[in-house]
């Protein structure tokens, strides 16, 4: 009914709305645990920051689950050379991620307060780290990867974990964290209410300010100190998935001719610009349901616009340029294309169904009474 093309761009489009829902979901609880220690003053106080994401924060992390099902289901070579490459990177992030739930679990299970000192501040490392090392590996896309392939499809890599943490990659790791932070202190003061709501306030807008400032600054150094990609040969968009069957320069600035040939594109950095622009009066205006839509449009327009500079590129050789992943060669089959379409059109919309409920019974503040009558029940 469709050609290849058509479905190797339909998860294109879904792979992007994936780490989206990601960025946005299982951004503010990543925001709230890296506050707390600082936005609660008191034991009471983080109490109550914990209770707010406490009923959700596990759901969240099935955007991160169907984000890697569709890398590893869609995109076999993606998952390949990434998860092989990043492998040090992955497994940091994967400490994280065991530590964050035992963290939930722990920490006031006794009520010493070394004891959950402790776990407030493995909270903030699990909520800080994740979205760093999440924001690195963006850069490092953008800058191109050092693995090549030989004629078997077998993977080299001869990168490391320090060669990640370059200048322009630690930058966007501090948009990623700064955006996560901006979305959970939008949630705290929609969710808290009296001193925790007034830091929050201030930590929203102070943040909001600082995500598109330093997307603006990655934007210059994209456009004038990034060399891009470019695909130099003819490429067949329904052909077969072979990367080697390509040939592709660098080029500074590069990374900006889609927004050249297709203007439209440039709807991705105006949504984050946007999305900024209502974030800081709504807060002013303690509006904070309109503020995280805002901050939720900013975070979709950040990672819209490197897919869309990128693409068709889903992971750029630095080390071969020619072995250069794309939307065209690096797919799977595509009768697995069409039987993950079809099994995404039926589940997408239950998840999304049952998320909105989900939050439609748990809307409201939590307080300080709430953590009183409930005790020992909540986190």
């Known amino acids: 009914m469709f050609d ?62 169907l984000g890697g099902g569709a890398i590893f289901a869609a995109w076999p070579y993606i998952y390949a050379v990434a998860f092989s490459g990043f492998y040090l990177a992955m497994f940091l992030v994967l400490c994280t991620l065991i530590l964050r739930p035992v963290s939930f679990k722990f920490r006031s299970k006794m009520p010493g307060k070394g004891w959950r000192s402790f776990w407030d501040w493995c909270l903030f490392t699990t909520g800080a780290v994740a979205p760093v090392i999440f924001g690195v590996a963006v850069g490092n896309a953008l800058e191109g990867v050092p693995f090549t392939l030989d004629d078997t499809m077998r993977m080299t890599y001869t990168g490391n974990l320090f060669g990640l ?3 322009f990659a630690l930058l966007t790791g501090i948009i990623s964290l700064s ?3 901006t ?33 603006v600054v990655a934007g210059l150094w994209v456009d004038l100190g990034i060399d ?38 440039m709807l991705a950095p105006a949504l984050a610009i946007i999305g900024t622009l209502i974030v800081l009066p709504a807060v002013a205006g303690r509006r904070y349901l309109l503020a995280f ?52 059109a039926v589940f997408v919309p239950i998840i999304l169904a049952y ?24 986190y």
């Open 179 to 181: 955006m996560v932070l």
């Open 293 to 344: 839509v805002g901050n939720s449009l900013t975070i979709a327009g950040i990672v819209s616009t490197a897919g869309v500079a990128m693409f068709p590129f889903l992971l750029p050789s630095s080390l071969n340029p020619n072995a250069s992943l794309t939307v065209w060669d690096a797919s799977s089959s595509r009768t697995t294309l069409i039987i993950m379409t079809v099994v995404a």
């Open 183 to 215: 979305q959970g202190a939008v949630w705290l003061g929609l969710k808290t209410e009296g001193d925790i709501e007034k830091r929050a306030r201030g930590v929203a807008t102070f943040f909001g300010l600082a995500t598109l400032a330093l997307f």
């Open 165 to 167: 943490l370059n200048p």
């Open 355 to 378: 998320t909105g409920w989900v939050y439609s019974v748990l809307r409201g503040k939590v307080t300080k009474a709430y953590i009183r009558e409930q005790g020992g029940s909540v």
């Open 4 to 65: 290849y093309e058509i479905f190797r761009l339909i998860w294109w489009g879904l792979l992007g709305i994936l780490l989206i829902g990601f960025a946005v979901m299982d951004g503010f609880d990543f925001g709230v645990g890296a506050l707390m220690p600082f936005l609660g003053k008191n034991d009471e106080e983080r109490r109550i920051i914990i209770n707010t994401v406490g009923p959700v924060w596990e759901g969240n992390q099935v955007w991160l689950i």
């Open 228 to 265: 891009g990609y470019r695909i130099t040969s003819v490429i067949d968009p329904n052909g077969p998935s072979n990367p080697l069957l390509k040939t592709v320069t660098r080029a500074t600035g590069a990374w900006f001719d889609n927004y050249r040939k297709l203007p439209v594109s």
